[in-house]
């Protein structure tokens, strides 16, 4: 079975914990808790008849990419970065994680996971400047609620699809 | 495997000792990343299930290995010194969050690797309970910092519309006032007999217009002073003798107490005090609280202004400040007094009590909001304090000097 590593990265209390549990293991906690380090698991996914492995890493989050620890990325075959869509400052950081992946591996697929969909309206200017970011650094804008499941599986199932074609890795 | 790498490792025996002594578990494994010893604590540590035995991939076993391949690879050919995972977090089968650090050295003797696991869940706990309130606390930063931005946007707003709202009650009072001069000039010429002598029961209807007019001229005149006190910050800062501005006052409306037959007294105090602001705007918030009284004080009542400083300051929100000398300009009647009910909303533009209500269109409910918003200006307050059959006292308190200090200031 192909297996790829994919690192969740964002600023803190974007949700990137709660996206990966809802992922995982179909859960959901109210209840904000912050990660220290790093929390690995595997998920199997079906893409177009093959079965792919995603290794996700669920990293410690802070006040912007700075704190983000490099060594968390080697190997990464793809990465999600997490914004929160209620707080303009995680959305505006997204450039900086993109630069910080990209200065790594130019190639490596990247997703936005804009978060936390279920607490403003799809015409939230939040949302407009999300997009404005995804389509300024030609990466695709997921809006996702992990609270109420929305979204999450597509932006896994698109990134995966698009892991089965790239080779390339950190 | 201890004695392989404390004879043979890159690092100083010392530090390898420091290591072992942190780890709690180990594994070794060849140049293919194919395990060969596990030291008993490793599936443990590593949140497994079943044991680790010699054969298996070391990145089967160990998941946050995988995808460093490469780098492994290369610490095993010496291009790279080590690798090190620092917290890499997992549920026990207790549900319980444990911490395990790992650092991947090269074995000397032999091509491979050795992989040491470290429990640092205790400090990593306490990591994450700084950091856990480092993080509320920010996101407190950041929500306060974004209702305050809310709030100034909301102000902003707020200050357009009253704007929008005094231009707009500038303009049509002023549009009102040319038109009403006329109505009510010519009915003061029919009054006056000038086209001819009216008939009683004509007399009584043109005396109702003029007197109708002139309510609404004094009425339009009120709003205007209240747009004026609203729209503008207090630019006159003459020196205002209370003294002299309580005798102009009881001058005044010494014909129109007369008439109406209440007893208008000034007990001044013999002590001079002195303010600084618009004396205008003072005399005029005063006439306000006289014409009330005497409107509201029947025949036969009294109506008694006093001016003394506060030895003692009144407990008020938001207090007053204890460093300045406090005049206290009061003005006390013998009249029907105010409903409890209705104390509240006194000072609220065009709130009538139903006791003014019943006597009929003479007020424009704005004498009292004008006397609140002039003592605003003046970094003064009002007090009133209403016994229903008894009488009113309203007091204004202000920001005074003695004669004395006044004097020393200049």
């Known amino acids: 079975m192909v297996q790829r590593k994919v690192c969740l990265v964002g600023d803190f209390a974007v949700g990137k914990t709660s996206l990966f549990n809802r992922f995982v293991y179909n859960r959901f906690s109210e209840t904000y808790q912050s990660t220290i380090g790093v929390r690995v698991q595997r998920k199997i996914l079906k893409v177009r008849d093959h079965e792919l492995a995603l290794i996700l ?91 109420l499941g929305v979204g999450v599986e597509q932006l896994f199932q698109s990134l995966g699809e698009r892991l089965v074609h790239a080779q390339t890795t950190i | 495997m201890h004695k392989q790498l404390s004879d043979q490792s890159p690092m100083t025996d010392r530090q390898t000792q420091q290591l072992l002594a942190l780890s709690v578990a180990y594994i070794m494994c060849d140049a293919a990343l194919t395990i060969i010893e596990a030291s008993a ?46 917290q890499i977090n997992f549920e026990d089968r207790h549900g319980e969050t444990r911490y395990v650090s790992l650092v991947v050295l090269p074995q000397e003797s032999e091509p491979g690797l050795v992989v040491l696991l ?31 931005t809310q709030l100034v946007a909301l102000n902003a707003e707020l200050s357009q519309l009253s704007q929008r709202k005094s231009d707009m009650i500038a303009i049509v009072t002023h549009d009102l006032r040319s038109p009403l001069t006329a109505i009510t000039g010519y009915a003061r010429m029919l009054l006056d007999g000038m086209y001819g002598q009216l008939l009683p029961e004509q007399q009584e209807l043109v005396q109702s ?80 609280l006289v014409s009330n009284a005497i409107k509201y004080t029947g025949a036969g009542g009294k109506v008694v202004l006093r001016l003394a400083r506060l030895t003692e300051l009144p407990i008020v929100d938001p207090p007053l400040d204890a460093r300045h000398t406090w005049g206290a300009l009061t003005v006390a009647d013998t009249g029907s007094g105010i409903a409890e009910e209705d104390l509240q909303h006194i000072f609220d533009p065009f709130f009538r009590t139903a006791a003014a209500r019943m006597r009929g269109p003479a007020g424009s409910g704005l004498g009292l909001s004008i006397v609140q918003m002039a003592m605003r200006q003046h970094g003064g307050r009002v007090l009133v304090a209403s016994r229903p059959g008894e009488g009113t006292t309203f007091t204004l308190l202000l920001p005074c000097d003695t004669q004395d200090q006044a004097a020393s200031q200049q």
Not at chain 1, 64 to 78: C, H, M
Not at chain 2, 212 to 241: A, C, I, P, Y
Not at chain 2, 249 to 263: K, M, Q
């Open chain 1, 57 to 147: 890493w669920d990293t410690e989050g802070g006040q912007d990419s700075t704190t983000l620890k490099e060594s968390y990325l080697k190997g990464a075959a793809g990465a999600v970065i997490v914004c929160d869509l209620t707080r303009t400052g995680t959305i505006l950081h997204c450039e900086e994680y993109i630069h910080l992946l990209r200065r790594e591996n130019p190639a490596l697929p990247l997703a936005i996971a804009g978060n936390k969909l279920d607490l403003v309206s799809p015409d939230h200017a939040h949302v407009t400047v999300a997009h404005q970011v995804a389509q300024l650094f030609q990466a695709p804008l997921t809006l996702s609620s992990a609270n």
């Open chain 2, 41 to 86: 604590g490793v599936a443990d540590l590593l949140g497994l299930t079943e044991h680790v035995l010699p054969g298996q991939a070391l990145t089967s076993v160990c998941l946050p290995l995988l995808g460093y391949e490469a780098h492994l690879y290369a610490i095993c050919a010496r291009t790279v010194p080590d690798l090190v995972i620092e």
């Open chain 2, 118 to 148: 470290s429990d640092v869940t205790v400090q990593s706990q306490q990591q994450q309970r700084l950091q856990q309130q480092h993080h509320e606390l920010l996101l407190l930063h950041e929500k306060i910092a974004a209702q305050n």
């Open chain 2, 209 to 288: 217009m003029y007197d109708q007019g002139q309510h609404m001229r004094e009425l339009l005149s009120k709003l205007l002073d209240l747009r004026r006190l609203e729209s503008t910050e207090l630019d006159k800062r003459e020196v205002v003798n209370l003294n002299l501005l309580l005798t102009r006052v009881v001058f005044s409306f010494h014909d129109h107490a007369r008439l109406a037959e209440v007893e208008l007294c000034l007990a001044e105090d013999e002590e001079v005090l002195i303010t600084h602001g618009d004396g205008d705007i003072l005399q005029q918030a005063v006439a306000n």
